[in-house]
Each structure stands twice: as structure tokens, then as C-alpha cells.
Nanobody
Framework: HVQLVESGGDLVQPGGSLRLSCEAS????????MGWFRQAPGKEREGVAS???????TYADSVKGRFTISKDNAKNTLYLQMNSLKPEDTAMYYC?????????????????WGQGTQVTVS
């Protein structure tokens, strides 16, 4: 059972930057895909970026070139560096994880979720 705790959400002006963190615990396997998702009011949850066990990454088109996903295996922590933030990036951001060696970015592919951290760009 994987436990995920996000932090780093805040209110930021357009053009600003934020770094989200997600501490993971409870997983003892060797292959884990982790991702960031977001959900704005009235909209469906969508994939933002994910990173496979081997470091391969994938991004939603809307954040390519602005967001960077990374992880620190020694700290069991996932990060999302968000630059050039726009008002449309405003959402609750969730960390997610699933065992496996592939790269995933669909919400239905992930079984473990954090509680979310709010990002507001205004």
C-alpha cells in the first residue's frame, strides 16, 4: 500500500513559479510509475506529467516546456517544477502512483492518490 502526501501549493501571480512535492511511503517494490494530475472546479481530473521507474517522462501538451517532473529516489519524493504559470493552471494538484515498468498518464491507470494541494494563479 502506497501513501502519498503532497505539499507546495500556493497562490502565485501569472508568470510565477512553484514547486510541488510528494512524499511517498509504504512501497517495497522496485518499479513504480508516479504522476501529477490536476482538477479544476467543474472539470475532469487530467494528467499533467508522469515519470517511470527508469526516469522516462511524459507531459500533457498544455504544460510542455513549462513544467518539469522529477524524483529523488533517496528521499522517496516526487517533484513538479512549474514555471510560467497561467491562470488556467489553477487547480487542485494530486500526486498518484502505480506499480509497473511502463509510463502511464491516464487517471484510470493509477490506484494510489494523495489528498491534493491547491495551486491558484491569479
Amino acid at each position: 500500500h502506497v501513501q502519498l502526501v503532497e505539499s507546495g501549493g500556493d497562490l502565485v501571480q501569472p508568470g510565477g513559479s512553484l514547486r510541488l512535492s510528494c512524499e511517498a511511503s509504504g512501497y517495497t517494490g522496485s518499479s513504480l510509475c508516479m504522476g501529477w494530475f490536476r482538477q479544476a472546479p467543474g472539470k475532469e481530473r487530467e494528467g499533467v506529467a508522469s515519470i517511470a521507474y527508469d526516469g522516462k517522462t511524459t507531459y500533457a501538451d498544455s504544460v510542455k516546456g513549462r513544467f518539469t517532473i522529477s524524483k529523488d529516489n533517496a528521499k522517496n519524493t516526487l517533484y513538479l517544477q512549474m514555471n510560467s504559470l497561467k491562470p488556467e493552471d489553477t487547480a487542485m494538484y494530486y500526486c498518484a502512483a502505480r506499480p509497473g515498468r511502463r509510463l502511464y498518464l491516464r487517471t484510470t491507470d493509477f490506484g494510489y492518490w494523495g489528498q491534493g494541494t491547491q495551486v491558484t494563479v491569479s
